[in-house]
């Protein structure tokens, strides 16, 4: 008996409730006739899978070519740098999306045009990736530049550090020739009164011809200034108005998951719930995970860290199954604690390799190695595998490090998201093993809330800074708390649940999830009980018309405010009160039988849609 071909309703379903309803190429909402397609054809051996699944409508389906350009958000953007008129560009990409890439070709039109390049990034590993990536592009950076662009050399490479030396040179080779400077992790270029980066940046490119300023992540300004970039007021997620640098161009997890130039993540959740330190001056204290320190010492716990690992080993070991390349990554805070992690690892049966500041030269070669090798599985790094390294059959990455801004979490987890040509969408699965402490868990959220958007459309700090210096005495028993998948937490029986589906289902956590929630689904799952094969009576599940409707209120709800604060002379800034009392007045005239929104039947849910329709129609014409 062959492959079978035809996807069954259960996947439908699936692929129908991670997509919200919408159509995976043009966003537009799917009929009861959608379409349910192959992602990487039939034809060419791809799987009749969750995985490999697409919905789109018929006419879609049978327009669409049999090869999609992933990197076509590259095309939009050097429209958009070509068609720009001002000197600097700001091009914010995330990890792993090919922002070197797209930086290459500007690099190649400006080339062409006669001019000449210098790129400054933060260290000499990512000075040595800018001139590989360069040579497969055919074009020659000196990475040996010391002011003088040296015969059969196109452009310059120099690290931030190296600029403070070359300010004069580089002064007068951008009057005395057309430059294109690049400054890749432009964020490092603070203009703080304790960094000399940041002037020496701006002595050196102000009269550059054109400026391409990149960065892996939105950046905060916290107040500050960096070279070259403008500051705009923005709201956060949580309706805060923050600093933040105006991007030119942003290509953030949504565009890039449904471009496929990434890999979805799972974050797994390692518990422990205090650890007990004895301090110099305040003798011996337990701290718990709302202390902010906690973190700090629950990393120098071997208990703790070998169970992280030995959780992280057994993924990778199942991910290599299918992907005998996969390779793990371990991020620790400092040089002693990269040699625990190196020792534990040994003592769990593996041979990793071990990378670190203190020898940053060779350094690059251990990882241009690890990188080809398929037969090493585990790289241990300090500082070394972060922003700007790209070793792409990393897949599963260990958090032992207690940095915790946005900025550097994202460059760490980057490290693991970067999707190879030939993957599916079942070998494109990442996972971050981390400690259950609520700043991270923070941060992972936020990520995952942007995945969960993709699926319904389709400075690094130095730690604590402990003022009384502890060493650990011991820690609590850890154990392993259960998964984040697109911004839900899913511990104790749901967890167990999860693991039953994927081990029953042969799926990823992700696709588990989705069967999880769906409650046709789900319904009289008890742990222990293997899945039973429940199909859906409908082929669409009644309630995906109120999410449908739901979400347009959110839409026209939005609106509505934005008109009557216009109306009332409220300005455009984020004021708490103002939006709660608005939002109350809305939901009152917009009331329908005296039920709440979250009560409405599909019915109800349109004439409240109606109302609110109204109400915009009537604001804008006063």
């Known amino acids: 008996m062959g492959m079978k071909r035809r996807f069954t309703k259960l996947e439908r379903l699936a692929v129908y409730l991670a997509q919200d309803g919408r159509s995976v190429v043009s966003g537009k909402p799917l009929g009861a006739d959608f379409h349910a397609d192959h992602r990487t054809p039939f034809s060419k051996g791809g799987a009749t899978s969750i995985e490999n699944c ?46 070197t890439r797209a930086a290459i070709r500007v690099i190649q039109a400006w080339i062409e045009q006669g001019g000449i390049f210098i790129i400054a990034s933060p260290t000499v590993v990512m000075r040595r990736h800018w001139r590989t990536q360069l040579e497969r ?57 304790d960094s000399t980066w940041g002037a020496d940046v701006r002595g050196s490119f102000s009269s550059a011809r054109r400026r391409l300023l990149l960065s892996g992540t939105p950046v905060r300004s916290d107040c500050e200034t960096t070279s070259f970039l403008r500051i705009e007021q923005v709201e956060d997620d949580d309706g805060a108005v923050i600093s933040q640098y105006r991007m030119d161009t942003c290509y953030d997890w949504p565009r890039a998951l449904a471009d ?32 902010d320190s906690w973190l700090n010492y629950a990393l120098d716990d071997k208990t703790f860290v070998m169970k992280v690992l030995q959780r992280a080993i057994d993924c990778l070991n199942d991910l290599r199954k299918s992907d005998p390349t996969a390779a793990g990554l371990v991020t620790c805070k400092h040089i002693g604690h990269a040699n625990t992690v190196f020792e534990l690892l040994q003592l769990l049966g593996e041979r990793p390799v071990i990378v670190t500041s203190a020898e940053e030269e060779s350094s690059i070669d251990v990882i241009e190695a690890f990188a080809i090798d398929n037969q090493k599985k585990w790289l241990i790094s300090v500082k070394q595998v972060s922003e700007g390294v790209d070793i792409p059959r990393l897949r599963v990455l260990a958090y032992l490090t207690f940095y915790r801004t946005d900025l550097a979490f994202r460059q760490l987890v980057g490290r693991v998201v970067r999707r190879r040509e030939h993957e599916t969408d079942a070998l494109a699965q990442a996972h971050v093993f981390l400690p259950e402490f609520p700043p991270l868990l ?60 994927m081990s029953a289902y042969r799926v990823s956590e992700e696709s588990a999830a989705l069967m999880l929630d769906d409650d046709n689904f789900a319904k009289g799952l008890k742990v222990g009980e293997t899945p039973q094969q429940m199909m859906p009576e409908a082929e669409t599940p009644p309630w995906i018309a109120e999410e449908l409707l739901k979400s347009e209120i959110k839409e026209l709800l939005k609106e509505l405010i934005q008109l009557r604060k216009q109306r009332q002379g409220l300005g455009e800034h984020y004021d708490p009160v103002v939006y709660r009392r608005l939002v109350k007045e809305i939901h009152i005239e917009t009331m329908v039988n005296r039920t709440s929104q979250t009560r409405m039947s599909v019915p109800q849910l349109k004439q409240k849609k109606e109302r609110l329709a109204q109400l915009i129609m009537r604001e804008r014409a006063i």
């Open 54 to 99: 697409d919905a789109l409508t018929p006419n879609e389906n049978l327009t669409k070519g049999a090869k999609i350009n992933r990197y076509v958000w590259q095309d939009e953007f050097l429209r958009r740098y070509l068609a720009h008129l001002e000197k600097d560009f700001f091009l914010c990409a995330l990890p792993g999306a090919g922002k």
């Open 137 to 193: 592009a055919g074009i020659y950076g000196d990475e040996k530049f010391y002011g003088v662009l040296r015969e059969g050399y196109k452009g310059g490479l120099v690290t931030y550090s190296g600029l403070h030396s070359l300010v004069g040179a580089l002064q007068k080779l951008c009057i005395d020739r057309p430059v294109l400077f690049v400054g890749d992790e432009i964020h490092h270029a603070s203009e703080h009164e």
């Open 260 to 291: 496929r130039v990434v890999r979805t993540l799972t974050f797994h959740r390692m518990k422990m719930d205090h650890v007990t330190v004895q301090f110099k001056k305040r003798g011996e204290q337990i701290l718990g995970t709302d202390d």
């Open 442 to 501: 923070k941060l992972a959220e936020k990520i995952e809330k942007l995945q969960a958007i993709a699926f319904k459309k389709g400075t690094g700090g130095e730690g604590p800074g402990e003022r009384d210096e502890g060493k650990l005495v011991v820690g609590s028993q850890p154990e392993f708390v259960g998964y984040l998948i697109h911004g839900r937490h899913y511990t104790g029986d749901r967890a167990s649940v999860i693991a039953q589906l």
